[in-house]
């Protein structure tokens, strides 16, 4: 792949964006190497040129877009934050604006997770569970437990507002499970998830 990551910035995205689309929208049993050489512009011959098959495309894409996710979003996250609502709204409006600026990774990763198809090889499913523990510690490490009502034990109150977002995580998934990433409106989805931080802010912190 040395060939294809030395390639033109504009032409490597180019090739990047139809074929994250692509799997996207198809999954990777339906994606079709045709439409994305289509879409990028390219010869199918140059396609295998820089990949030796659909399969060694489709892991590379996994791991480009993971690296993304941890450079474009989990880096720009303010940790000094020690407000536990405050910091999940900050890192859903740093999400945002990474999605904004590069849609397709995101609508080709929530596509992996709600497909639920994707047989990694070991190194990528270690660097998937690595960048699940590294959320995990971007949320819940460094925490200021004693915004936590005073009649309350903290610990007990944190662990029920980390429930309940994990909780609705979930059954945002399921609810979203089997949709196309890329015909889903997330604002409304947005408004939802500020409403639940504010009702638990205002049900579990100090006054």
């Given at each position: 792949?040395?060939?294809?990551?030395?390639?033109?910035?504009?032409?490597?995205?180019?090739?990047?964006?139809?074929?994250l689309?692509?799997?996207?929208?198809?999954?990777?049993?339906?994606?079709?190497?045709?439409?994305?050489?289509k879409?990028?512009?390219?010869?199918?011959?140059?396609?295998?040129?820089?990949?030796?098959?659909?399969?060694?495309?489709?892991?590379?894409?996994?791991?480009?877009?993971?690296?993304?996710?941890?450079?474009?979003?989990?880096?720009q996250?303010?940790?000094?934050?020690?407000?536990?609502?405050?910091?999940?709204k900050?890192?859903?409006?740093?999400k945002?604006?990474?999605?904004?600026?590069?849609?397709?990774?995101?609508?080709?990763?929530?596509?992996?997770?709600?497909a639920?198809?994707?047989?990694?090889?070991?190194?990528?499913?270690?660097?998937?569970?690595?960048?699940?523990?590294?959320?995990?510690?971007?949320?819940?490490?460094?925490?200021?437990k004693?915004?936590?009502?005073?009649?309350?034990?903290?610990?007990?109150?944190?662990?029920?507002?980390?429930?309940?977002?994990?909780?609705?995580?979930?059954?945002?998934?399921?609810?979203?499970?089997?949709?196309?990433?890329?015909?889903?409106?997330?604002?409304?989805?947005?408004?939802?998830f500020?409403?639940?931080?504010?009702?638990?802010?205002k049900?579990?912190?100090?006054?």
């Amino acid at each position: 792949m040395e060939k294809f990551i030395n390639l033109d910035d504009k032409k490597k995205q180019k090739i990047l964006d139809a074929a994250l689309q692509e799997f996207a929208e198809h999954g990777y049993q339906q994606a079709s190497t045709n439409r994305i050489v289509k879409k990028a512009e390219i010869g199918k011959g140059m396609l295998f040129y820089y990949f030796k098959s659909k399969k060694e495309l489709y892991e590379y894409l996994i791991e480009h877009s993971l690296d993304f996710v941890v450079n474009a979003y989990f880096k720009q996250v303010d940790t000094a934050e020690t407000d536990f609502i405050e910091r999940l709204k900050q890192a859903a409006q740093v999400k945002m604006k990474a999605q904004l600026e590069n849609e397709q990774v995101f609508n080709f990763l929530g596509s992996l997770v709600l497909a639920k198809e994707a047989e990694m090889p070991p190194h990528l499913q270690k660097k998937y569970t690595e960048l699940n523990t590294l959320a995990t510690a971007l949320m819940y490490e460094g925490i200021d437990k004693s915004l936590i009502r005073k009649e309350l034990d903290a610990d007990k109150a944190f662990q029920l507002i980390r429930w309940s977002i994990e909780g609705y995580q979930n059954e945002l998934l399921q609810r979203l499970e089997g949709s196309k990433m890329t015909t889903i409106d997330f604002g409304p989805y947005w408004e939802e998830f500020y409403g639940y931080l504010d009702i638990l802010k205002k049900s579990f912190y100090r006054e």
